[in-house]
T-cell receptor, first 114, second 115 residues
Framework: GENVEQHPSTLSVQEGDSAVIKCTYS??????FPWYKQELGKGPQLIIDIRSNVGEKKDQRIAVTLNKTAKHFSLHITETQPEDSAVYFC?????????????FGKGTKLSVKP | DSGVTQTPKHLITATGQRVTLRCSPR?????VYWYQQSLDQGLQFLIQYYNGEERAKGNILERFSAQQFPDLHSELNLSSLELGDSALYFC??????????????FGPGTRLLVL
């Protein structure tokens, strides 16, 4: 089955700086990579996703890049703001099951200091 | 607000007891997924139902079971509870049955504490 590694586990940045979170996956057949943001006391919320037919996708201050050869994908947040502070999870498909499901990374706790 | 609702928000019970967690998916979504989130294990997929039928199974213990009803709401039953079952339980939903390829929308979760 799929294995997803996420780094770093914690990340602290100054407001206005950029933050980068990286994930690697093991199954070369994986073709859908979502990123979720989880704020304290809430459920994970999708912030951006990318499919394997593109190498990069942007949505305002958030971007995701995908390197299929190296089997890794990254979340980039520019001009960070205090409200970006949360735990971020990457995920990849697990085709080991009957229909597949998502395997999540362990999460990155991002702290943005004002 | 994702549109997925879960009840109750908090649950405190004792070891050996049985509890039921409830989830209502977003309007129009046919799939419901259950996840367990603990500090050391992260988000672990338990089980998926699609239009009333079990679709995929993850690391779900035999003491746990789930079902999806004709109105598409789902219940997760946890029995013979142990201290280690204390965790956040999330429900997610999606439009179709391919959980690995489509957006899953998460509910606010149920925090279970087993004493």
């Amino acid at each position: 089955g799929e294995n997803v590694e996420q780094h770093p586990s914690t990340l602290s940045v100054q407001e206005g700086d950029s933050a980068v979170i990286k994930c690697t996956y093991s199954d070369s057949a994986s073709n859908y990579f979502p990123w979720y943001k989880q704020e304290l006391g809430k459920g994970p919320q999708l912030i951006i996703d990318i499919r394997s037919n593109v190498g990069e996708k942007k949505d305002q201050r958030i971007a995701v890049t995908l390197n299929k050869t190296a089997k890794h994908f990254s979340l980039h947040i520019t001009e960070t703001q205090p409200e970006d502070s949360a735990v971020y999870f990457c995920a990849a498909p697990n085709y080991g099951g009957s229909q597949g499901n998502l395997i999540f990374g362990k999460g990155t706790k991002l702290s943005v200091k004002p | 607000d994702s549109g997925v609702t879960q009840t109750p928000k908090h649950l405190i019970t004792a070891t050996g007891q049985r509890v039921t967690l409830r989830c209502s998916p977003r309007s129009g979504d046919l799939s419901v997924y259950w996840y367990q989130q603990s500090l050391d294990q992260g988000l672990q997929f338990l089980i998926q139902y699609y239009n009333g039928e079990e679709r995929a199974k993850g690391n779900i213990l035999e003491r746990f079971s789930a079902q999806q009803f004709p109105d598409l709401h789902s219940e997760l039953n946890l029995s013979s509870l142990e201290l280690g079952d204390s965790a956040l339980y999330f429900c997610a939903s999606s439009v179709g049955g391919s959980g690995s390829l489509e957006t899953q929308y998460f509910g606010p979760g149920t925090r279970l504490l087993v004493l």
